[in-house]
């Protein structure tokens, strides 16, 4: 019988193979595991030891009640940043798990950061407020009053947008002698902030406006953050010019609002502000024109009334009497003048015959020559008197006959019209006054003739007929 073949059931212990990792190669794989597992994670928490580097990246640590998280945020992606990270602060964090290799010590590369519960926009808004107003930039002390009387205000606004067009109505409006000077600047997008900044230094080394008017219409948050930022605001405050913000709505509040010298609610209200003294002088010079209107018509009226009550005849006879008496005034001047002249004769006739005297029995020849000189110099200087009396006298006359003359109704009766007087020397005015049969006296420049009315009709009647 065969037996059977005995079995080797001898084992010989598996050795395991001992791999030696190098540190940088054990972290690398690692930091490639985490990398591509965790690539875009969205992380919750709270800043803390928040550490901003002066090559311009960001670390701080993201933590919460019950681990943390170093977090680093490169340069590029903080100049995106729309507010400024601070300790305490709760925020929402996107990037990408990493490991730092000389540290071995893992970390998250932020791309994207905002706050928890409030906007970037503002938050950012918020916290420069504060700063800018701790820096003492909007206090009221610093703030420069407006020219009240402006010669030439520089706007800093889009040329294209309806800000410039309803700015220019309402100056034209108000004060059409103002001068406008556009600086043009884009008011939205990442080239608004530079471009407002330039424009208000330009303004200012121009040294031709008086005032400088920073304008935008209405717009959300991300539209007017332009005029929220930190550069517009310190280009305001150091205006050598005071500055107008008129930027967006009535309700809309930028930090160039506050920074600013005067804050206007609306554009159209920032050129109404700026020409309120011009139009005030304008509005109070139509007052007194108006009241001198009145004045004036209320004076010819009662003129008016008073020379209606007067007769014609009357006045005509009045007007010849203070003639009559202005003739008879410069007939009496001129027979005075003629007697002081006739005396200054005998006056002179009799020095003359006393001087001659006096010379005979001195000097003949010398002091008769002497008299004679003094005598001709004597009368050429009482001729040019006279003269000069007359014609003074002449033109004092003159001139208050043409004032009379330019009262007298007979002046306008020259010019062709008439007066018509009753057979009491009333003046007929209107065809209520006129019955057929009536004899009237017509007066004319030269005469009068007397007439008899044959038929009498109102002026619409005879128009119609």
Known sequence: MNRPAQLDFTFEAQVPVRRIWPVHELVGQI??????RYTDVWVEGEISNFRPAPSGHIYFTLKDADAQLPVVLFRR?????????????????????SIYDQRGQMQLVAETMEPVGAGSLQLAFEQLKERLKTEGLFDSARKRPLPPFP???????????????????????????????????SVQGESASAEIVSAIECLNSSAMVDVIVVARGGGSLEDLAAFNSERVARAIAASKLPVVSAVGHE???????FVA????????????????????????????????????????LQARQRLTRVPAARTESRIMTTLHRLEQRLDDTNLRMQANVNW?????????AELSASVLRHDPRQQLAHARQHFTAGATRMENAMRRTLHEQHARLNSLHARLRSLSPLAVLERGYALVLDR??????????????NIFTTRLSDGAFTSRVEDAAPRQETEKA
Do not use: W, Y
């Open 251 to 257: 309700t809309d509040f930028t930090i160039a609002d």
């Open 151 to 185: 010669r030439t205000v520089g706007i800093v606004t889009s040329p294209t947008g309806a800000v410039i067009r309803d700015f220019l109505n309402i100056v034209s409006r108000r004060h059409s002698g103002l001068n406008v000077l556009l600086c043009a600047a």
């Open 77 to 97: 992606q903080a100049l995106l940043l729309r507010f400024r990270p601070e300790d305490g602060l709760h925020v929402l964090v996107r990037g990408k798990v």
């Open 31 to 36: 930091r490639e595991f985490v990398e591509q």
């Open 424 to 437: 009491k020397g009333a003046l007929i005015r209107s065809m209520k006054q006129v019955q057929p049969g």
């Open 261 to 300: 010298d005067l804050r206007a609610p609306t554009p159209s209200a920032a050129a109404e502000l700026i020409t309120e003294a011009q139009h005030r002088i304008a509005e109070h010079m139509a007052g007194l024109n108006s009241r001198l209107d009145r004045a004036a018509r209320f004076q010819l």
């Open 344 to 352: 200054q004769i005998r006056e002179r006739q009799r020095h003359v």
